[in-house]
């Protein structure tokens, strides 16, 4: 009778006891961060002044589970496991034949899956005896999620907001500052790197994440703390596949197509690396597609290379799809989505053709949203409508042939921080930014070069 039921819930129960790694069954060559200075592969040590040793060995593990620490568990009681629904209505809406499943990670204190790392990053550092965070935020989901995590286990968190979402996100500082956080508008004056850019009065992720690695690198009672992008990010993240696995059992449906957006990578990874390791054992044949805004279009059209992941050139050389470390996104409403590049781990599955990424513009994206919002009810955040917008070409596409795909997809997050982007979707005057080919040529020119 799963068939009219419309939430599939578990228990505390069932709360994920290990994190699925993807890292040892990863197709491809693998291609180790590289110094910033030697351009030389990055040995353990290099990442000690910034992480504490087990996140640094969560980073490098090539054991295919790992652990869930007792007191990360107990954090996630407060709001996992996350429901998985039936999009019934959704489906009636769009007069397809294909079943639709949403995994809903806009239940937590943060309103996005975020929390699911930051505890986990949070537990490791107090642990070790480290006393604050520093981190960066853009739209202000990973700051929010940083600042709770803090809240928890007794840190101090220091923050640098994009300077275009502090101005106009202010209700998202509220909610940093309410859970102790203290928040700076970046580019600041509290950086070398901040005091530089001045020439980008708006800010970016990658001037954002360049202070907050100053600040740690400086410090040695502070460490720096990344919401996406890295490995131990996607590890932490997979809480959400396992359990979208045995709410699918209940609903009695494998999928066949799991659909995500990809910002950094890290809501993408957590729903379907557990997916994902079947497929890449030879043990189901489910495609994969990765939802990212054209305006900021690192996996259809950047490039694959060594690139960093800030702009100042502080941090490692990731091998990565990207537009150029200082490429600044045109101002758009999907904030969790303008990072100029992706976890590595993400892009060697684009790169073996295991994941097909696929580009979408801000206007049809909230129509989509809002198309899902009057029929499901959930506002989502302007993320994971890109995901929404995917699923609506994948159910249309159903409807011509006739097929009956089990889709899920992930809905990473609320869109209630969202709503001028929203209202002005609504009165016809949201901006449609698009990358052109002059973007593209000019993000190629500035990539740094490494020797093969
Ligand atoms: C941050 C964020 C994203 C993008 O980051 P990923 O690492 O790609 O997941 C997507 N959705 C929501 C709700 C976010 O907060």
């Not at 039921?5 to 069932?14: A, M, N």
């Not at 537009?323 to 969790?336: I, Q, S, T, W």
């Not at 989505?337 to 206007?363: F, I, S, T, W």
């Not at 995917?390 to 596409?397: D, F, G, H, S």
Request: aromatic share 8%; proline share 9%.
């Amino acid at each position: 009778m799963a068939n009219d039921q419309t939430k599939f819930l578990l228990s505390e129960r069932d709360i994920p006891t290990h994190w699925v790694n993807l890292l040892p069954d990863l197709p491809g060559d693998p291609m180790p961060p590289l110094h910033p200075g030697t351009l030389q592969p990055l040995g353990p040590d290099d990442l000690a002044p910034l992480f504490p040793a087990r996140l640094i060995e969560q980073e490098v593990t090539t054991d295919p589970e790992v652990e869930i620490p007792g007191p990360v568990r107990e954090a996630y009681k407060l709001w996992r496991p996350t429901p998985l629904y039936r999009a019934h209505r959704f489906e009636h809406a769009l007069g397809t034949p294909a079943r639709i499943y949403y995994k809903y990670e806009g239940t937590s204190p943060a309103g996005s899956h975020k929390p699911n790392t930051a505890v986990a990053q949070a537990y490791e550092n107090a642990e070790a005896g480290i006393r604050k965070l520093s981190t960066e935020t853009g739209a202000g989901q990973w700051g929010s999620a940083l600042a709770f995590a803090c809240s928890l286990f007794g840190l101090e968190c220091e923050v640098f907001m994009v300077g275009s979402s502090y101005d106009q996100k202010p209700y998202r500082r509220s909610i940093m500052r309410t859970w102790g956080a203290t928040v700076h508008r970046s580019p600041s004056d509290r950086t070398e790197a901040g005091r530089g850019q001045a020439t980008h009065p708006t800010g970016s992720l990658g001037i954002a994440i360049s202070e907050a690695v100053e600040v740690a690198a400086n410090n040695a009672d502070t460490n720096y703390s990344l919401g996406s992008v890295l490995n131990h990010v996607m590890l932490h993240q997979t809480v959400i596949g396992i359990e979208s696995i045995a709410q699918l059992e209940l609903a009695g449906d494998e999928p066949d197509i799991v659909i995500g957006c990809v910002g950094g990578g890290s809501n993408f990874a957590g729903l379907t690396f557990p997916f994902l390791r079947r497929v890449l054992r030879g043990e189901a044949r489910t495609r994969f597609i990765a939802a990212e805004p054209a305006a900021c279009p690192t996996l259809t059209r950047g490039a694959f290379r060594y690139d960093f992941g800030d702009t100042a050139g502080l941090t490692p050389l990731l091998p990565m799809h990207t537009l150029g470390h200082d490429f600044v996104p045109p101002p758009m409403h999907a904030g969790g989505l303008r990072y100029h590049g992706d976890a590595p781990m993400v892009c060697a599955l684009v790169k073996a053709g295991v994941v097909e990424p696929r580009a979408y513009r801000q206007n049809e994206t909230f129509a989509a949203a809002v198309q899902f919002a009057r029929a499901e009810g959930i506002l989502p955040g302007p993320e994971p409508a890109h995901a929404i917008r995917a699923v609506v070409q994948e159910a249309e596409r159903a409807k011509q042939t006739g097929e009956r795909p089990v889709i899920l997809f992930g809905l990473s997050g609320h869109g209630h921080f969202d709503l001028a982007a929203y209202d002005a979707y609504l009165d016809g005057e949201l901006a449609d930014p698009e990358f052109s080919e002059a973007d593209m040529d000019a993000a190629l020119a500035r990539l740094p070069e490494v020797p093969a």
